[in-house]
């Protein structure tokens, strides 16, 4: 007969078992592990040597206690190096302009973040400034912060804070970035602990772009290897704006200038968005960082080690003699044509360089470049696929409620729209049917201003056109036309899907997380029928395209004419300049020509840009009764366009014109700087710009200050504008001469369009030669008779 043990004490029977025997067994270890007295004592986590293995040395290290448990894959970090540093990285330079919108009860929002190539990170913190509902359960309620898809923190939600900014600081883990990095912030939201609608409006949050990363960064030693260009003097992997100085000893000639331009440009064009600025060094290289010298052969630099000699155009990376970190690019030659040559080599070649040194034996001249060919904007020739202006991932959105697709454009200024349709957009596109959503849309929009919206069919629907037309549910297409007022240098497409949430009932409706939303790379926009045909002075064009030198994307039709006797902001100011054509074209200037006003007469058929620091620019003077407004040491005087003109335009609605019939003349010391378009007095159809400040140290603020306001609604235009600060005024806007070509009836229809009294005079003229012409005819006809 068995007998039967009562189930619930068998297990804590068992247990008391196994733990005495457990304990017995590990005392008996215990105590044969005791060392002899004088012995070492081994730490815990190394075994006892087996029996019959040699004795350890007395002289040998053991290792020491554990270190702190990481997480799976993450590394110990080493101690910081010398010449560690911290600095901060907002949210808008990572590209949320207008920060991170959080939405519904998952909404999720990200950046991407990258350290550069020359840095190794140490650490990282995360400072948030955001808000969020106050219909939140704190319970339930918080905001995830996401590195690379992993959990940094959580932060809770407290109803005490809502609906007010709060702040909060993240420690991001160091170790778990890699060289590209995506950091994400996502709202987990609930309002009721009953059923809840996913997509109600009260699940809100937003991070502010003033968020920023603070990054604890040491330097990282490269080796001088050209085949590193353009890093580290530009990584692209730095959103910050880049800063590069540039150091000219020696002798400035106009071939160094043009040298030093060629390369503004170049970098310019690789920062791109992010601006570029130059500060100019005239023989020290700067303490601390990258730096590029441009040297002659007998010019010499405090420091800089003893170089090979320099037998032709030669470029060569090297260490900056104040800074082991540092590098410094040599631009080398034994003149100044060589010292271009290298320059030139540098700009349209860089990607084929390696070795410490490198001396250019040939560089074979592209092909001349055409008007309004540059490679950043719009081809004028042909349709242009969305794919060639954006990846695919960019024109790809996820979610109920997903953030615009945004296309960003680059035109050549002058679009002449005058009775023209607009630009057509050829737009295919894909989307997630939705069952019983009847009024989801796709809203198209141009610079923010609706141009139409697109039904997007439920899913009961799209099956039966696909059916019936042959193509698939998910994709359809339209033909737009975008009006060319919307579409200045600067220029965008929005996309913007809205989706109709069908509600099912209380306690039925859910998020599946399936709506997918793309634009097809295969849509175009087609500006090849459009003609170029621009209405100057505009320094808006100036501004954002650095129109009309950027016509040619070398800047072949281009002259610089520098103030007498230029100092460092002077040369500094140009550099900027030249960056931000580079910017604009995306090509450098590698023709660009440098003069001083003494050699105004040999360049009439060029377009002038013309630079003034104070009283150090004789054209000024000599063109005085032609400049809306000058400055002097301290004495101002300027054209103003009256408020009547501003109010309405001008006298020509069609150009918007402000002309100028109001002047003023004043004395003050203030810093500022004014901008001026005019016709070059040289040569009719060329034009000429104006960049003077009455102080030295106000040109390249003056320039910072153009390139900054780009995308705000105080940018440069018209005539004439005013810098004070980072303010800008535009006091007048004159259209007195245009830049480009017409089609031969266009341009018939456009001339007679704004003289209708002489259409008028010439069509009575050309009635009354009819007439005169029909009545001799007639009259000889009639005589002809009476003699038969």
Known sequence: MTSKVDAPLFPSMRQRLGSALAAALLGMAGAHAQPAPGEPSLPADIPPA??????????????????????????????????????????????????????????????????????????ARLKLEYGYSPALLPELSHIKVLLNDELAASIALPQEDAGAPATHEVELPAGAFVDFNRLETQLIGHYTLRCEDPVHSSLWADVSSRSAVELTVEPLELPNNLALLPRPFFDERDPRALALPIVLPGALDTSRLE???????????????????????????????????????????????????????????????????????????????????????????SRTLSGQTALVTGLSEPAPRRPFDAPNWLRTDRPVRFGELASEQALNAAGHRPGPIQLDLRLPPGLFGWRSEGVPVELKYRYTPRPGAEQSTLQVMAGHQLLRALPLTSASQAQAYSKVLGVPASQASASLRVPTYLLPALASLQFQYVYEYAKLGECQNSIIDNVRSAIDPDSTIDISG?????????????????????????????????????????????????????????????????????????????????????????????????????????DKRFSLASWMARAFGGDDPRERRAPADQRIEFSSSGASAIFAGLESPLSSGRSVVVVSANQPQGLPAAVAAVQQARHRDDKLRGSLAVVRGERIDSLAAEQTYYVGSLPFWTALQWFFAGRPLLLVLIAFAGAVILGALLYLSLRARAQRRLRD
């Not at 601006?275 to 002659?296: C, K």
């Not at 080690?305 to 900056?320: I, K, W």
């Not at 500094?572 to 003069?595: K, N």
């Open 259 to 349: 040298s030093a331009g060629i390369i503004a440009s170049w970098f310019g064009a690789l920062a791109s968005y992010r601006g570029a600025r130059f500060p100019v060094s005239e023989g020290r290289v700067p303490e601390q960082g990258h730096a590029v010298v441009i040297l002659g052969r007998d010019d010499t630099l405090a420091g800089l080690p003893p170089l090979p000699p320099v037998t032709g155009p030669t470029l060569s990376m090297v260490q900056n003699p104040n800074d082991r970190y540092g590098k410094l690019l040599l631009v080398m030659g034994r003149d100044g044509d060589e010292i271009k040559q290298a320059a030139r080599a540098l700009a349209l070649a």
């Open 50 to 123: 087996p029996l019959g293995a040699p004795a350890l040395p007395a002289d040998t290290a053991l290792p020491g206690p554990p270190g702190p448990l990481l997480p799976y894959g993450l590394q110990p970090q080493p101690e910081p190096l010398p010449g560690t540093r911290t600095y901060p990285i907002t949210l808008h330079e990572l590209g949320a302009r207008n920060g991170l919108a959080l939405r519904g009860v998952d909404g999720r929002q990200g950046v991407p973040l990258s350290i550069r190539s020359d840095e190794r990170l140490v650490g």
């Open 530 to 634: 459009i003609p170029l045909y621009a209405a100057m002075p505009d320094l808006a064009a100036f501004g954002e395209a650095g129109f009309p030198f950027t016509r040619m994307a070398d800047l072949s039709e281009t002259a610089v004419i520098l103030p007498e006797n230029p100092s460092a902001d002077d040369y500094s100011a140009y550099l900027d300049l030249m960056g931000l054509m580079g910017e604009s074209t995306g090509y450098p200037a590698t023709h660009v020509t440098v003069a001083q006003a003494g050699q105004i007469e040999q360049l009439r058929r060029k377009d002038l840009l013309v630079l003034a620091s104070g009283d150090n620019q004789p054209l000024l003077a000599q063109w005085r009764d032609r400049l809306p407004g000058s400055f002097a040491a301290n």
